[in-house]
């Protein structure tokens, strides 16, 4: 029985990334453009059921509808969707669109424009969710600078979360304000009341920024102008290397439960670091060969990572590797473990074995192997400082807050959130600093001592009290 994710995009950039990973995910299970099964290989459809429903039909071969829901308060990136190449492969009443649009105003998407879609989208999802057996959870692609992915994707997220469907998993794919490419100035707004949300209302949180993506399409790529197309497919696949140990079988099987079971110490620290391998100039793929030791240590390079952050300067905490293709897993674990031995410094040692491996036997289209990684550093408060610290600049002289208040949000909201996001800094620096030591062992010891010392002997009762009883 297939453990199904619904995916849900909100917003022109989560609608934008989510039509190239749909376009992978459809090459990946042998589908065609309009989601019948062409391929020639039986695992293919074996699990095909994670993203898809099936539908037969007499006389027609069964098509493979996406579970999946589109979301924006304009039309023109759904509108662009249903006449694109993938127009005849979604289910048509499961566009939800607006027509004022959000204006890059996160309280618009949360509280007024957004809100009046939010009966709709949650009678789609609801729909989307009879028809599964065994429902895993749910994925949401949106940004944090914009007004519909960061308000409305917010909105979404708490209503899941509270209302609807407490006991699945919420993962997220955020893509964040990048620190050279910004495209509006309310983007440290939006992202920091975001940030908010997300502490609070999802399980995983992916963070992606277009910096990042740039950086991997120019550099390694070779891409000299990237456009949004080139920056999604980089995304994509980190998406289908994410969900491939659901979507095929292999060796050593994970799900999104299994990945947030073992990458999540803390509740608050669920901010992952998405990274993959390999990269390489497509001229030059002729004359480059990765073993498993390559792809190990390519993940945790920085050049490879998703988001604009240095893993130098922090701690990993946990991470996630996942390989594709012919690796044996003896030959992956030993790779991890070598790669922790070596650069010791950068993972904690209160979390013994703190890397875990999954294998799908499976490779990408065109590809031999490939590896994805998710880690969770401390290095990632630099993106919640740098946000942080935009944000204070405006704060401090209420720039732009009429556009927010006048939707009907209190000034309070915004120390609030702000509030929030430093708490959570704090918290990853003071697990960033902290370590096993003799003396930190011996407290533990002796406190566990006093909070369980039984009381020796047996009660004794005074003599009074019997007095009374008895007359």
């Not at 749909?22 to 020639?40: F, I, K, P, Q, S």
């Not at 939707?407 to 702000?418: K, L, V, Y």
Request: overall charge negative; some cysteine.
């Amino acid at each position: 029985m297939p453990r199904e994710i619904i995916n849900v995009q909100a917003g022109q950039a989560g609608n934008q990334v989510g039509e190239a990973f749909w376009r992978m995910v459809l090459a990946e299970h042998g589908l065609d453009d309009e989601g019948h099964y062409t391929g020639n290989d039986p695992l293919q459809i074996a699990r095909v059921g994670v993203y898809f429903t099936e539908v037969a039909h007499s006389g027609v071969a069964n098509k493979y509808v996406p579970r999946s829901v589109q979301i924006d308060l304009e039309d023109g990136v759904c509108e662009r969707i249903r006449s694109g190449p993938l127009g005849h492969l979604f289910r048509p009443d499961t566009f939800v669109t607006g027509n004022s649009g959000a204006g890059n105003n996160w309280a618009k998407g949360f509280y007024t424009e957004g809100a009046e879609l939010m009966e709709n989208i949650l009678e789609l999802v609801r729909k989307q969710t009879e028809d599964t057996d065994a429902l895993q959870g749910f994925q949401v692609l949106h940004s944090l600078g914009g007004g519909t992915g960061a308000g409305l994707g917010s909105l979404m997220l708490s209503k899941f979360r509270e209302v609807e469907y407490p006991d699945r998993m919420l993962s997220t794919y955020s893509i964040l304000p990048s620190p050279k490419v910004s495209e509006t100035v309310v983007e440290p707004y939006n992202a920091l009341l975001s940030i908010n949300q997300l502490v609070e209302n999802s399980d995983l949180t992916l963070c992606i920024d277009n910096e990042a993506l740039y950086e991997v399409t120019q550099r390694t790529l070779k891409v000299n102008q990237p456009s949004f197309d080139d920056l999604n497919n980089v995304v994509a696949q980190v998406m289908c290397g994410v969900s491939t140990s659901l979507r095929f079988p292999g060796q050593l099987n994970g799900d999104l439960r299994k990945l947030a079971m073992n990458l999540i110490p803390f509740p608050r620290l669920h901010f992952l670091m998405p990274s993959y391998a390999p990269f390489y100039n497509p001229n030059s793929r002729a004359y480059v060969r990765w073993n498993v030791r390559d792809l190990t240590s390519a993940l945790f390079d920085r050049a490879n990572l998703l988001v604009a952050c240095d893993p130098r300067f922090g701690r990993y905490l946990t991470a996630a590797t996942i390989f594709r293709g012919s690796v044996a897993s003896q030959e992956a674990e030993q790779a991890v473990q070598d790669l922790q031995r070596k650069n010791s410094s950068q993972f904690v040692e209160w979390v013994p074995d703190n890397v875990s491996v999954s294998l799908c036997s499976v490779p990408p289209v065109g590809q031999p192997q490939s590896a994805t990684c998710l880690g969770n550093s401390t290095a990632v408060q630099e993106l919640f400082k740098r946000n942080h610290t935009q944000f204070a600049a405006m704060y401090k002289r209420r720039a732009f807050l009429h556009w927010y208040t006048g939707e009907g949000m209190d000034s309070m909201e915004f120390t609030e959130a702000e509030s929030n996001v430093q708490d959570l800094i704090a918290e990853y620096q003071q697990y960033q600093e902290a370590t096993v030591d003799e003396d930190d062992e011996a407290e533990y010891e002796q406190a566990d001592a006093v909070e369980y010392e039984e009381p020796a002997g047996e009660v004794e009762y005074d003599e009074p009290v019997e007095e009374e009883f008895e007359q």
